[in-house]
Structure formats: C-alpha cells, structure tokens
C-alpha cells in the first residue's frame, strides 16, 4: 500500500507544480492588466503555493519525499526545457539555411 500511495502522491506532486507553473504564467499573461488583475493573480500563486505546503506538511517523511520529489521532478523538466530548446532552434536554423 506504501509504494502505491507514495506512486500517487508523486504524480499528485506533478500535477500541483504544473498548477503552480501555470499560476506564476498569469503574471505574464494578464501583465497587460496587471493594475486591475493583481488580486486574481496573487490568489492563484498564493491558492496553489498554500494547498502545496499544506499536502506537504500533513504527510508523513515518506509520503512527503515522494510527494515533493515529484513536484521536484516535473520542475527540472520544465527548466530543462529552455536548457534544450535554444541549441536545438539554433541547429534547426543552420540545417535551413544550407
């Protein structure tokens, strides 16, 4: 029952920091009406950082290591995205221009 608790609070853990990822992209996409727009935002960003903390402080050590590596995960593989995107565009662009 552990592991498959633990299985799912790690997937639990990557659909809260793809939530969390999508709160902080509101800055961004409401910056053009942020005067007006600030309180949604800092709900959303403060909403999805609270519920974060809150799994993570009720869990156990190990649910909470499997809990937050999984947030943890999807994270770096959000950043590895703009690591990889750059030098792949930039090869796209030498191979069209031949």
């Known amino acids: 029952m552990?592991?498959?608790?633990?299985?799912?609070?790690?997937?639990?853990?990557?659909?809260l920091s793809i939530r969390m990822i999508a709160a902080l992209y509101a800055i961004?996409?409401?910056?053009y009406a942020i005067g007006a727009e600030y309180p949604r935002v800092l709900r959303g960003i403060l909403g999805w950082?609270?519920?974060?903390?809150?799994i993570s402080w009720s869990l156990s050590p190990s649910l909470r290591t499997a809990f937050l590596s999984g947030a943890l995960a999807f994270l770096l593989y959000y950043l590895s995205l703009y690591l990889l995107r750059y030098p792949a565009l930039?090869?796209?662009?030498?191979?069209?221009?031949?």
């Open 2 to 15: 552990t592991l498959i608790a633990q299985a799912v609070l790690f997937m639990l853990g990557i659909a």
């Open 28 to 31: 961004l996409d409401l910056w």
């Open 49 to 54: 950082g609270a519920v974060i903390a809150a």
């Open 90 to 98: 930039r090869a796209l662009q030498r191979r069209s221009r031949r």
